[in-house]
């Protein structure tokens, strides 16, 4: 009985620790305060959590393998390169083209990807990773262009966006910056988030036309039904082996190349340097 009441009472004791530690807050505004001001967290990637029939082992077995490089086909980049254009006029013709983008796009990872295609090739499986950097890349350049799209005539910010520019703008750079490192916030984070927020009001009155955003995408639908078609390419002898290797490594170089080249991607990129993304409404 002894031994029973000794249980009991060493419950009790945890229990009356665990219900201090709990409310052991020193100030509980200040740490509302904040908490409602860390900034959302960003991704290091643009690829969406959507499941795709990849082997993690495959992936990862790959790791430290210099990947064998195959030529880009010159006459096949100019081919992709050429300049066409998609009627765009207004915010609703620019997310139905780039909902068709991304409808391509998750059929094709949802069947495995093109990494799945030189998977499913023994002798391609060397040249795997310009799968995997296909499927990245393609990701990364339908989300860009959406996010152009909802952001060509106004960044749109979500709530810890709108926060931040509210105080900024209230406070001025150093009020702003001193209110937070008053809060014990780090300085590196405080620096980004004035780079964000003068970046935002910047681009406040940003007006990208509709009709260039159209010649984006139109470039970007070129490339995504060759990505689609690579992804359902039958390999039959070397001849096509050979082809689809080519082909492969020259859509990769020719998507790299838009990073830099085309004006809206450019712009997209410089977004995603200094947003915050998971905070951005249309979440990318």
């Known amino acids: 009985m002894r031994g029973v009441q000794c249980v009991g009472g060493l419950f009790f004791l945890l229990f009356v620790i665990l219900i201090s530690g709990c409310g052991g807050g020193r100030d509980g505004e200040d740490v509302i305060e904040k908490s409602s001001f ?61 909902n068709i983008l991304d409808k391509t796009r998750t059929e094709v990872q949802k069947r495995g990807g093109v990494w799945g295609a030189y998977e499913r090739v023994i002798k391609a499986k060397p040249y795997s990773d310009y799968g995997m950097q296909l499927d990245s890349q393609v990701n990364r350049l339908v989300f860009s262009l959406q996010h152009i ?20 703008k209230s406070m001025g750079k150093e009020g702003f910056r001193n209110y937070f490192i008053s809060l014990g916030e780090v300085s590196g984070d405080v620096d980004r988030w004035v780079r964000f927020a003068e970046f935002t009001i910047q681009s406040k009155n940003r007006k990208i036309p509709y009709s260039k ?31 689809f290797l080519t082909e492969g490594s020259t859509l990769l170089s020719v998507i790299n190349e838009s990073f830099v080249t085309d004006p809206q991607l450019v712009l997209a990129i410089q977004d995603e340097e200094i947003l915050p993304f998971d905070d951005i409404k249309g979440e990318m």
């Open 38 to 98: 860390l900034m959302p967290i960003k991704e290091n990637t643009w690829v969406r959590k959507e499941t795709v029939r990849k082997t993690r082992d495959d992936f990862f077995a790959a790791g430290g393998k210099k990947t064998t490089e195959v030529p880009v086909d010159s006459a096949l980049a100019g081919k992709l390169k050429i300049p066409t254009s998609l009627a765009v006029n207004s915010l609703k013709d620019c997310l139905h083209q780039t």
């Open 149 to 168: 799209c909802e952001n060509s005539q106004e960044i749109q910010l979500g709530g810890w966006g709108i926060d931040i520019v509210r105080k900024f």
């Open 213 to 243: 955003i159209g010649e984006s995408l139109a470039q970007a639908k070129t490339l995504v039904v060759l990505y689609d078609g690579l992804s359902q390419r039958k390999i039959e002898d070397e001849s096509s082996f050979q082809t």
